[in-house]
């Protein structure tokens, strides 16, 4: 009893339970009185209408009786008058009990205290032994993939809300939250700043400055890493105490120019790890097209090692017997001077070249920043935008800029669609852009379709509408973050890929790839081999994995990986 005791009186300690129990007082009172004058009202008629006499109990018991709309019918009137004022009553009754009481209960009362339950469950510090932790400045769709991520390799996180009861909801949710307020030096001292292992500032670029000068009142040497929505708040973030500032938004247009490049006949450094570059190229009208991975004899021209393929976004382990059909995409992997023995194989092997044009729907800032990647890249860019003055900023940079809704064919014909190779969709509607791909498809089935998505539940439908490739900024946000986390060169391939590295366990030391069953039982690529500082990359089924400690670079689809990665630990440790 005495917890429950201590809990009553902590949620009468919030104000807006003590004042929504006065407001009941105050309506209980007027309640009462209203009973006390109908009780009264009914002695005055009963003695000078009815002339009967009743006491004071009964005359309150009738009171109480009609106006709950019980009526037992044991004590009546006879007259109008008072039939009139029993009706008068009963009438109040039905308002004041039925309708009005349960209301400003429930009002006043109820939800104010369920309300601070959930503020007296959201707690506002974290443990002064708590270490190693990250500490999370909002939820959105970005925390919500990192905390996946964080969840498997066992980091602890807190989600920072300035909302009592939006801490309350999110603990519900099994998400660790804290009520706290970002423009509170306090705040950060309660969560041990100085002991976390990463700040993360997710909010507004004003938001995250305010957030990055307010912790560094209370650690100096804390890692804080900031999102910057605007180029120009860059330099601002980084005079404000950030670590690293990522500008997802540009990294997300030049990740999706790099997929829409792919489709013109070149090889795409999409990587790099230390020396080891990853690449791909699409095998479109190429030798490739229709060939095994075995029979390609790519390591033997080039000394690259395929090693995974791309099919409608989907990445698929580069087995010997695979075969690559025309509209797949292949991963590889080697030295810069490999990759450019690989382009020149390419470039010499084109009967026709294709124009390479493509077209870019939307000219936000992901649109704008890969209208630009692809500029460099010396691509011929035709840009369709419905706002007019997002597309004059696109004029000078763009071949050519179409102001129209691109769901409408005439723009999109305007735009060179009869001559375009790729269509790449940057607008921050999914909804949007699964539509545009279904329609793109069926105008041309030839068409290299990109496309941005916002929501990663959204990635497997807008394959099914005909993209090649989708990204998302949620997904790249937050592995951008677990790179810093995890201190490693940021290397993303795509959605639901991860590549990580992993010292080699005590029950695979010393046994060939083929022998391990990486591939076969666990769905991974084993891209790189490091011993003694060097990097082995050239691999097949013979090659062996030296003694445990060593590590190894491999690259996988994420459900196999979220599906053995336990395991996978386990035997490590």
Request: hydrophobic share 45%; with cysteine; net charge negative.
């Amino acid at each position: 009893m005495g917890g429950l005791d201590g809990e009553f009186l902590r949620l009468m300690g919030q104000a807006t339970v003590r004042h929504g129990v006065w407001r009941l007082f105050q309506y209980l009172l007027f309640l009462n009185l209203v009973v006390l004058a109908n009780t009264a009202l009914f002695q005055l008629i009963m003695r000078q209408v009815e002339g009967q006499s009743h006491s004071w109990m009964t005359a309150l018991y009738w009171t109480v009786v009609t106006m709950a709309t019980v009526g037992y019918g044991d004590i009546v009137f006879v007259s109008d008058v008072g039939r009139f004022f029993s009706l008068l009553a009963l009438g109040s009754g039905v308002i004041l009990l039925i309708v009005v009481l349960p209301f400003v209960f429930i009002r006043f009362v109820y939800a104010p205290w369920l309300e601070a339950q959930i503020r007296v469950r959201a707690p506002e510090t974290v443990p002064s032994t708590m270490t190693g932790h990250v500490i999370i400045s909002r939820h959105d769709n970005i925390a919500a993939g990192l905390i996946e991520r964080l969840e498997a390799t066992s980091i602890p996180y807190y989600v920072v809300e300035a909302d009592a009861a939006a801490a309350g909801d999110l603990i519900g949710q099994g998400i660790v939250a804290v009520h706290g307020d970002l423009d509170e030096r306090a705040t950060y001292e309660k969560l041990q700043l100085s002991q976390a292992r990463l700040l993360l500032a997710n909010c507004a670029d004003t938001t995250n400055t305010n957030i990055a000068i307010t912790a560094r009142e209370v650690s100096a040497d804390v890692t804080i890493a900031s999102f910057a929505e605007h180029k120009h708040s860059i330099d601002i973030l980084e005079l404000s105490g950030c670590n690293h500032v990522l500008g997802l938004k540009r990294q997300l247009g030049e990740y999706l120019a790099n997929r829409v490049a792919g489709g013109v006949g070149a090889v795409d450094d999409i990587g790099q790890y230390k020396w080891l570059h990853v690449a791909e190229f699409s095998a479109r009208e190429t030798p490739f097209a229709g060939q095994s991975i075995r029979n390609t004899n790519l390591r033997q021209q080039t000394g690259l090692n395929i090693v995974g393929i791309w099919k409608r976004g989907n990445l698929h382990p580069a087995f010997p017997d695979v075969e690559i059909s025309e509209t797949c995409s292949v991963v590889v992997a080697g030295t810069q001077e490999q990759l450019g023995k690989l382009d020149e194989l390419l470039h010499g092997l084109e009967t026709e070249k294709p124009s390479g044009l493509t077209i870019v729907v939307g000219a936000g800032s992901v649109g704008a920043a890969a209208v630009r990647a692809l500029t460099r890249k010396g691509v011929v860019v035709h840009v369709v935008e419905r706002d007019a003055e997002a597309a004059e900023r696109m004029r000078d940079v763009a071949d050519r800029v179409v102001v129209g809704d691109a769901n409408d064919r005439t723009m999109l014909e305007a735009a060179g669609l009869a001559d375009a190779t790729a269509v790449l969709l940057t607008p921050s509607d999914d909804a949007v852009n699964i539509y545009l791909s279904v329609y793109c498809r069926r105008l041309k089935p030839s068409l290299r379709l990109v496309s941005r998505i916002v929501h990663h539940r959204n990635h497997e439908a807008i394959h099914r509408a005909g993209v090649d490739f989708a990204l998302s900024y949620s997904t790249i946000g937050a592995e951008a973050v677990m790179a810093i986390i995890e201190g490693q060169e940021f290397l993303w391939l795509g959605e639901d890929v991860d590549v990580f590295t992993k010292d080699v366990p005590k029950k695979l030391a010393n046994k060939t790839l083929g022998k391990s069953g990486i591939g076969s039982i666990l769905g991974l690529s084993v891209v790189a081999i490091e011993h003694r500082g060097q990097l082995k990359f050239q691999l097949h089924a013979s090659t062996q994995q030296e003694n445990s400690g060593k590590s190894f670079l491999k690259l996988s689809t994420k459900p196999p990986w979220v599906r053995f990665g336990v395991a996978w630990h386990r035997v490590d440790a």
